[in-house]
């Protein structure tokens, strides 16, 4: 069993936690929740039973957690637990949606993010 990920995103003035762990080889499954206020409003469970005997699985283990972990925090980010939005909300988008950003994307700072937590 590998050490997994805790992580506290505020996303909309709101406190997240993110946690993903690897139940171990007697239950191989990787679950990831997402936390507010103590309660889980999102679980994601991947199981791995069918390459659990695999060479090298611990690392395989460790990328598949990295994975869930950051399509959590995509999700997250991405608005997908957003309650829906007000119609003014909406209207104020489509008169911005052109427009391009430039900089690193979202997903590419939590990659950076989640890389330097491994090494520490």
């Known amino acids: 069993m590998l050490p997994g990920f805790n992580h506290n ?21 990787i679950i990831t929740h ?19 005997k695999e060479e090298g699985i611990e690392e ?4 598949l957690m990295e994975e869930q972990h950051s399509e959590m925090l995509r999700d997250l980010k991405n608005g997908k637990f957003d309650p829906e939005k007000p119609k003014q ?3 104020e988008e489509k008169t ?6 430039e900089g690193e994307s979202v997903d590419n700072v939590i990659l950076d993010y989640l890389g330097d937590s ?3």
């Open 89 to 91: 909300e909406e209207e």
């Open 34 to 52: 997402l936390f507010l206020g103590g309660n889980i409003i999102a679980t994601k469970k991947t199981d791995y039973s069918e390459i659990a």
């Open 9 to 29: 995103i505020v996303y909309r003035g709101k406190m997240y936690h993110i946690q993903t762990e690897d139940s171990g080889p007697r239950r191989p499954v």
């Open 118 to 120: 491994i090494k520490e």
């Open 60 to 63: 395989i283990i460790r990328e």
């Open 96 to 101: 911005i949606g052109d427009e391009t950003v």
